[in-house]
Structure formats: C-alpha cells, structure tokens
C-alpha cells in the first residue's frame, strides 16, 4: 500500500505541464469552471470552503458507501474521466481510487493532490499485525485537518494559478475556524484534563484526535477497522481494559453493534459514540458539524456526563 502511495505520488509531478496543455487546447479548465474531485467527505469540505464557486467539486462514489474495501462501479469510473485534479488520502482509506484512475485511462494525466504530503503520519493503534500500518484517518483531528486544508489550496492554486490568491485566503479562513473548534475545547475543558483518563476505542480511526487533545487510548477492541476480534483477542482486550483502569469507550457512530454492547457489558465502561465523517451527504458544512459534534463528545466524557 505504502508503495503504491509513492508511485502514485510520482506520477503527479507532471500537473504543471497538463495544467499548460488544458489551457491551450481548451479543456475544461480553460473554458468552464475546473471539475476537483474529491474520494472522501471531509476533502469534499475541505475543497468546496477553498474554491467556493470557482470550481466544481465532484465525489467520485457516492455518499452512502463504506470508503473501506470499496469496489468501482461504472459510473465512478466515467466520473473520473471528467475531471481536471483530484484529492485524495492516498495512505490507506481510499486505495479503491487507483483503480477507477486506471480504469479510466487517467493514470499518467490525473494531476492527484495528496492531501496528507505535510501531515506527520502515525502507525495505526493496536494492530494486531506484524507490520507497522500508517494510520489514514488523518481527517479526523483539527490539527491535521488545517495541515491537509493548507496543502490542498496551495495545490489547487498550482494547478489554476488565476486563482491561486483566492484559494489561499479561502483555505487560511477555513484553517481558521477549525482551529478555532480546539480552541473551544481546550478552554472548556483545561480545568477537566487528568493523567487519569483512560480510554478504549473500537478501532483506531480516532488516534490523531486523541493525540492532538493529549489522551491515552489504552486498548483497541477491533485489529482492523471493520474486522471483529476473535473470541481470545476479545477476551485479551477486555482483560486489558480492567488492568488499565478503563472507564470509557468509544465506539464508531451508527455502528458500535452489539461489539460495544459487551465490552461494556464484561467492563462497565461508559460507551460514547464519534463520527468517522464519511457517510451520508456531502456538504461544505460536514467536517465542521460533525468534528464538533465529535468534540462535545470528548468534553462530555472528560466531564463525567
């Protein structure tokens, strides 16, 4: 995975001389508004509060499907082949996106904007594996989320240089008010931060977020996101959570199943539910909606609520 992420990587150099040849034979980024697709919901966001009306921002699946595990269909293929660049997470949550490039015939004339090339990356928490795993849930955290926001409108003004200016006053706005969400929380919630707070999560989709608020997940229910543990490494886990002192977990919003229902059952813990941010409708609001809907929910467990 980690390779395919490099050679991909590679093959974007050449978005500045496509991005010459769009405007003199007149492709779409010349005559009409350039069409940016985006692979996730919170890079929907992220693109749309950059570019405004300047551009088209364009899903390549639709909303209601697990990103994980994904297959093309063909109507995702057909949308690629329509569009002037492309955003995507490239470490992990969207590996279904090489191959409707390649299908498309869009391998060696896709200008990609990687959206994590600044972002440090961290190793998935709790995999059972013998290889480290680049964690690719870096969109759920603000620190991050400006890091990705700043790359993407430094990328995209790139790729239209008429609206370079714009995109970056946009994308320094939006970094603004996301930041602004920790903000929030950490005046809120100063008095309430204790080396005590020990956390559980059902898989390590939440690991950024946790980092950047400087809490301790103490163990991982799941050895995969979306893989459901064996009967021993249940039983580990719970034994991990009792010896660690656990009292919360937090499980994935819409489904924390009857997976959730036990270990709170076996454990006692308090269960809270956190967004994941990619499902359901695409919108300019999303990211922050739902990332602070995620940080209340951190404030309320921290508080004892």
């Given amino acids: 995975m980690r390779r395919a992420f490099l050679s991909f990587r590679r093959l974007a150099w050449p978005w500045l001389a496509l991005a010459g040849a769009l405007a003199v034979c007149g492709g779409a980024a010349a005559q009409n508004k350039p069409r940016i697709g985006v692979t996730l919901h919170p890079y929907y ?38 569009l002037d660049a492309l955003v995507v997470n490239g470490i992990g949550h969207d590996e279904f996106i090489f191959k409707i490039i390649e299908a498309a015939g869009r391998k060696d004339n896709l200008p990609l904007i990687y959206a994590n090339a600044t972002v440090a990356l961290i190793p998935i928490g709790g995999d059972k594996g013998a290889e480290k795993i680049v964690n690719p849930h870096t969109f759920i955290s603000t620190t991050a989320a400006i890091q990705q926001v700043y790359e993407i409108a430094r990328r995209l003004g790139e790729i239209d240089p008429r609206n370079a200016a714009a995109y970056r006053n946009a994308g320094r706005d939006y970094g603004t008010r996301i930041r602004q969400l920790r903000a929030e929380f950490m005046q809120r919630d100063a008095a309430h931060a204790r080396d005590d707070f020990r956390v559980a999560t059902m898989h ?71 967004s994941h941010i990619t499902d359901g409708p695409f919108t300019a609001e999303k990211f922050e909606v739902e990332m602070r809907e995620n940080i209340e929910t951190l404030a309320r467990a921290l508080e004892g609520k």
Avoid: C, M, W
């Fill in 45 to 82: 966001s992220f693109v749309k509060n950059i570019v405004g009306d300047r551009a088209e921002v364009v899903p390549v699946i639709p909303g209601e499907v697990n990103p994980h595990g994904y297959e093309p269909r063909a109507d995702d293929i057909k949308r690629a082949g329509t």
């Fill in 204 to 274: 390590a989709g939440y690991d950024y977020l946790f980092q950047e608020f400087g809490l301790r997940i103490s163990a991982v229910i799941e050895p995969r996101h979306g893989v459901s543990p064996t009967a021993r490494q249940l039983a580990q886990t719970v034994d991990d959570i009792k010896s660690a002192h656990v009292t919360v977990l937090f499980a994935e919003q819409y489904f924390g199943g009857n997976l959730a229902e036990t270990v709170q059952r076996e454990t006692g813990v308090r269960v809270f539910t956190l």
